[in-house]
């Protein structure tokens, strides 16, 4: 059998992964266009306080661009009634809410959202907790006059730029506290360290993960000393401390968005690591033997300690086997080793390797939006009747003072199928690598496209096609469909917006149809969004998350172009070249020369070949595409033209107040074309 890829440089291929961007491309050509500043969006970029107790009030503040205007917040579920803080005359205090949690709003992480006069912001994520909270917007810097921090209680906080923050708290001798702290939506990588009433260092924890639990050796006051890494701080450097007693559920903060566990499914393991604290142990966990298919849940040992499952399999048996863990947002590596017994004449029983499961790659076209996991995946087809041991172990926690990570096993018999992840369409970018990411959330102007790109993954080798859409939309929006076809790994899924649509705001859902074995599978969309702006990301980390749901925005301003196909279903042999019309409707006078560049057939790295000039005059445009060049499969296929027009002419008015007239850039998306490619054999 041969051997799958090891962990060897994973760490490396981590960091490369981290700091790559949404589309990762080989050639060099020149940039689509110059892009400035956007049309207006509403992007939010932080809140403060980042959560609040269940059955209390939050006053909390929003930060961001383009909050002008009356607003109100959108939460997907129930639970959260929020109204505009006002001042003492009885005006809305800008971009300050009130946000009443009912008492039966379980805890969790929940999505906020604002909605404005220039559409639905991006989500912002926001804790319901169990403890009481504070907030501190400033914590002391003072060693000798540190902050309060009792127990039992969470504090809504953050990093101070160029210095350490000090917290003090109380404790009895052999009192044992559970401490966390979290950095939900924030940019902050905070490290803590705890000192003892002697100053003495107590425990150490960096980010990504404090967690752990903590017993003082002495009576007295011990001080808690944290700052970021980088020792940056600021409305985008929050961080929420949790001091509790005993254990408690504490939700997951940043779950990678390809997890295939539910909510409800991620509050379940929660609630399993909190009744389960195991203790260190020396040498191998065994457990087995096991019957196949199988579901079973874990903490990982302490030191890095291995867990080994034994099992019998019949000749050719097919399973794929696979653990989660990085998956429900723990700090983990989990590490998955496959062996058979060997039963030699006169020698000691043995075992030899057949494989190691490669960490889970979502698709070459979606590097950097974290979709990737360190948990491990890998089909088996036994090689014999025999015995086999399967070893699990945490490669990143290996020390006894490591927090008790839980892991779920899976081993199931192939079952093909997909999951699809939706993410804000960021269009195309510059070459050789794009050096900016940005918070644009699917927004539509009245006659115009915005788009959402699909990434598909294909389970237990299913290769069908796959048709996309979306339901949920306002009057007016009309979703104008796209093709998974064979070899693709993504699409842009593009929404149009009637030139007398209304506003509207709210969640929409993004749905994949196949067949199956003859019957008709439908999967909804995971929404993904990324955590921030990058400006440069040679120089800050890029992180994206899973949400809630898909936001949609329509507003009160016309696109000032739209790319319409003349013919929008085209039936061609896979060397052809496609011969495409398109129809320009520029609006408000808008006259400008714009590049674009076509998303072909579900391939990042066949999308940017080539631009495609829209002269300044032109009403309409041919362009000619070598189906050749890009080695797609038959099939049926999606794909748009995407691009950037510059220097649009547009005029801000809030609230009557009329800005000054700038230049500024309006994503495009034409209305896609879909293509039908016949086998050269099967063409008339």
């Known amino acids: 059998m041969e051997r799958l890829p090891t962990r060897t440089g994973r760490l490396a291929l981590y960091v490369v992964a981290c700091i790559a961007t949404t589309i990762l491309v080989r050639e060099c050509i020149p940039p689509v266009m110059a892009q400035g500043d956007f049309l207006p969006v509403v992007q939010l970029t932080s809140v403060f306080p980042q959560g609040a107790q269940a059955g209390t009030t939050a006053e909390i503040k929003l930060f961001g661009e383009h909050l002008e205007g009356p607003g109100r917040l959108h939460f997907m579920q129930k639970g959260f009634d929020c109204t505009p803080q006002l001042d003492a005359k009885g005006k809305p205090v800008p971009n300050t809410f009130a946000i009443r949690v009912a008492k039966e709003t379980p805890p969790g992480v929940y999505d906020l959202r604002l909605q404005g006069i220039f559409g639905l912001s991006n989500p912002r994520q926001f804790v319901v907790g169990q403890l009481p909270e504070t907030v501190h917007s400033k914590p002391s810097v003072d060693r000798a006059n540190p902050t309060d921090l009792l127990v039992d209680s969470t504090m809504n906080t953050g990093t101070v730029a160029g210095n350490r923050a000090w917290f003090q708290m109380n404790l009895t001798q052999h009192q044992k506290i559970f401490l966390r702290l979290a950095v939900p939506d924030s940019r902050a990588e905070p490290a803590i360290t705890v000192y003892s009433p002697e100053g003495r260092v107590e425990r150490r924890g960096r980010f990504p993960t404090v967690d752990f639990d903590f017993q003082a050796s002495q009576t007295g006051t011990y001080l808690l000393e944290i700052h970021d890494l980088l020792f940056r701080g600021g409305d985008d450097f929050r961080f929420r401390l949790s001091v509790a007693s005993e254990p408690s559920v504490v939700p997951v ?99 030899q390797f057949l494989m190691e499961a490669p960490d889970i790659e979502y698709s070459a076209s979606a590097v950097g939006f974290g979709l990737d996991s360190r948990d491990g995946r890998m089909r088996f087809v036994a090689p014999a009747d025999g015995h086999y041991r ?250 748009v033209f995407h691009g950037f027009a510059d220097k649009a002419k547009y005029t801000k008015s809030v609230d009557g107040k009329v800005e000054k007239p700038k230049e500024m850039t309006f994503p495009l998306f034409s209305k896609p074309i879909h293509v039908t490619i016949t086998p050269e054999s099967e063409k008339k």
Not at 545 to 562: F, H, K, N, Q, S
Not at 574 to 582: E, F, R, V
Request: aromatic letters at 6%; glycine letters at 8%.
């Open 390 to 639: 399967l070893t699990l172990r945490d490669a990143f926690n290996t020390t006894e003072k490591s927090p008790r990570l839980p892991y779920r096993l899976v081993v199931r018999r192939p079952g093909p199928d997909f999951e699809l992840i939706a993410v804000p369409d960021q269009g195309p970018r510059n070459r050789p690598l794009p050096t900016s990411v940005s918070l644009l959330p699917p927004t539509l102007r009245r006659g115009g496209v915005t788009s959402i790109r699909v990434f598909v993954e294909r389970l237990d080798d299913f290769a069908g096609n796959i048709d996309l859409m979306a339901d949920g939309l306002p009057e007016g929006v009309q979703c104008l469909g796209a093709t998974l076809g064979p070899g693709d790994e993504c699409a842009s899924l593009t929404l149009y917006a009637a030139e007398n649509a209304k506003p509207w705001a709210g969640a929409i859902r993004v749905l994949g149809k196949a067949i199956q074995d003859g019957r008709e599978i439908t999967r909804i969309a995971q929404g993904v969004t990324p955590i921030w702006s990058v400006k440069d990301i040679r120089q800050d980390l890029f992180r994206a998350r899973r949400t809630d749901a898909i936001g949609l925005a329509v507003i009160d301003e016309e696109a000032p172009i739209l790319l319409e196909p003349m013919q929008a279903d085209i039936e061609v042999g896979m060397k052809d070249t496609i011969s495409i019309k398109m129809k320009v409707i520029r609006r408000g006078g808008y006259d400008q020369i714009v590049n674009v560049r076509p998303f072909v057939l579900g391939d990042q790295e066949k999308s940017v070949r080539s631009d495609h000039v829209i002269p300044k005059d032109a009403s309409e445009v041919t362009w000619e595409l070598d189906l050749a060049k890009f080695d797609t499969q038959p099939g049926k296929h999606s794909f």
């Open 253 to 351: 903060l940043d779950s990678i968005a390809n997890s295939r566990l539910t909510r409800e499914e991620l509050a379940e393991m929660d609630e399993f690591a909190k009744q389960k604290r195991p203790t260190a142990t020396k040498g191998s966990e065994v457990v087995g033997p096991v019957d196949l298919p199988l579901d079973h849940k874990g903490i990982f040992p302490a030191g890095g300690q291995r867990v080994q499952f034994l099992f019998q399999a019949k000749e050719k048996e097919t399973y794929w086997i696979e653990v989660f863990s990085h998956r429900l947002g723990h700090a983990t590596d989990a590490t998955l080793v496959l062996e058979q017994l060997e039963n030699l004449p006169g020698k000691q029983e043995s075992y």
